[in-house]
Every structure is written in structure tokens, then in C-alpha cells.
């Protein structure tokens, strides 16, 4: 599926659940993990990795994690140092690497330049 991810200035309960609010439909399912900060949010079941559960019938947290690993890597493996301030433009990148894996290699280049259009980050920009 489709990944939605931003930069957030905490993962209590109350911020999770307006962020997954504010990005899902009402009639969205939401898995997660057996993290309590998860409690409160609408449509939401659990698997519970503490006990061994990775995979209840179609309730699993498989892709995410696989989107959260795959960030990590680079990381570690390409970038070496996320720094604070452009956090939010390197997991933008993830996400839309992520949502156009699916497509052909002509779509995804058409994708990446349509949205590229209008969003010059100039050098002074970049290091101020």
C-alpha cells in the first residue's frame, strides 16, 4: 500500500492518534504493533510482537516495517548522518520511493519530474 510519513516532535498517544486521524480514511483499518501509545485510535487492531504474533489473518505491520527498515539502511549505508533540519526531505524521498516501486520505470521517471516542478531548493536554502 500507499505510505504517509512525516517528521513528528513526539510519539505520545494524543500526537499519534491525530496524526493517523488526520491521514486515513474513517473506515480505514489500522494495524499496528502492541506499542500503547496506539491506544485510542478508531478501526485499530494489534499484533502483538511481544507474545510472538507477527500475523493475524490480514492483520500484520509487515510492509511499514519494511518502509522503516529500508530508511534506516540509508541511513546507515548511504547518507551516514540524517541531520535534524532536512529529516523531513529524506523521508519524503522514502515515501515516494515506496509508493511508485509498483510502477515501470518510465512512470516512476515521469512521477519524480512532475513532482519535482516548482520545488527548487536553492544552496543558501539548503545550508542556512
Do not use: P
Amino acid at each position: 500500500g500507499m505510505v504517509t510519513a512525516e517528521v513528528i516532535d513526539s510519539v505520545d498517544a494524543a500526537t499519534l492518534r491525530d496524526f493517523i486521524e488526520a491521514r486515513t480514511a474513517e473506515d480505514a483499518e489500522v494495524y499496528t504493533d502492541g506499542n500503547s501509545a496506539y491506544t485510542g485510535v478508531a478501526n485499530h487492531q494489534i499484533v502483538h510482537h511481544s507474545v510472538g504474533e507477527y500475523v493475524r489473518g490480514k492483520v500484520h505491520t509487515n510492509g511499514v516495517e519494511s518502509f522503516w527498515s529500508m530508511l534506516k539502511r540509508a541511513h546507515k549505508g548511504v547518507f551516514h548522518h540524517l541531520s535534524a533540519k532536512h529529516l523531513h526531505r529524506y523521508v519524503a524521498e522514502f515515501c515516494g520511493r515506496h509508493n511508485i516501486r509498483d510502477m515501470d520505470t518510465l512512470d516512476q521517471m515521469r512521477t519524480v519530474a512532475a513532482a519535482m516542478v516548482g520545488r527548487r531548493l536553492t544552496y543558501d536554502r539548503l545550508i542556512a
